[in-house]
């Protein structure tokens, strides 16, 4: 069995070294394989995750890697599955917006091990392991001790096969009962804001494992809760991340919504 130290080494190379080509890229924000009303297929998260899996790939050649990009693939049967978002929040990033970050994580045998998530153009680096701290640019950091759901800000987001109906219950549901809601575009960065107090709390009705696969141990390693409040077919997921305090609360009013 590997150890924490030796997979996050892994997945934080990996998720540096994807973001480091989408940088290296930027000038190349316009070029995408397709455009929809609701998503954009770009070409470099099909790159940033070639990238992310040449590194798992070059210390654990056996490993099964699930990734955004390639997610329809059948995957080996391993202990290890790395879940790779090679660009988490595309359509902001394709806009010009830096809210957008490269996610890596690993489980073994179904369980979260080590998780890192890059935002190259905000230089920050998000870690964690299951037992260790949760770091940011290699310092610890801790959720907001907010306990009042009213005082509270909350991000959510708009799911994108949704389109509308239900983000605008769900966004109305969190404007009746937090201090401001949020919809900032980007999972992931979303929930790292939650592990590093400047968020409360994250829900989305849809959201996909490799959104939240690393950041999710983040969260909980900065002292915060998260929860799949429901699962679809094909990796689908709504999902909560709170600081704790606010996650029954936060539950409550919004499980009902689910139906
Ligand atoms: C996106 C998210 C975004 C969410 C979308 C989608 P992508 O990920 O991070 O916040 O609203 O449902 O999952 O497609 O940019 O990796």
Known sequence: MHTTTELQAIATLAARRAGEHVLANLHRR????????TDVKHKLDVEAQETAMSVILSAFSDHAILGEETCDAPLPKTDYLWIIDPIDGTINFFHGLPWW???VAVRYKGQAMAGAV???EMHQLYEATCDGPALC????IHVSRTDRLDLAMLATGADKWDLGEHAFTFMRRVSEIAQRPRILGAAAVDMCMVAAGRLDGYFESGIYVWDMAAASLIVERAGGRCDVLKAYPKHRIAFLATN???HGACREALLPLLG
Not at 30 to 37: F, M, T
Not at 137 to 140: D, I, L
């Open 30 to 37: 316009g070029d995408v394989n397709s455009i929809l009303r």
């Open 101 to 103: 970050c490269c996610s």
């Open 118 to 120: 890059f935002i190259p």
């Open 137 to 140: 640019n290699g310092v610890p």
């Open 244 to 246: 704790g305090c606010l």
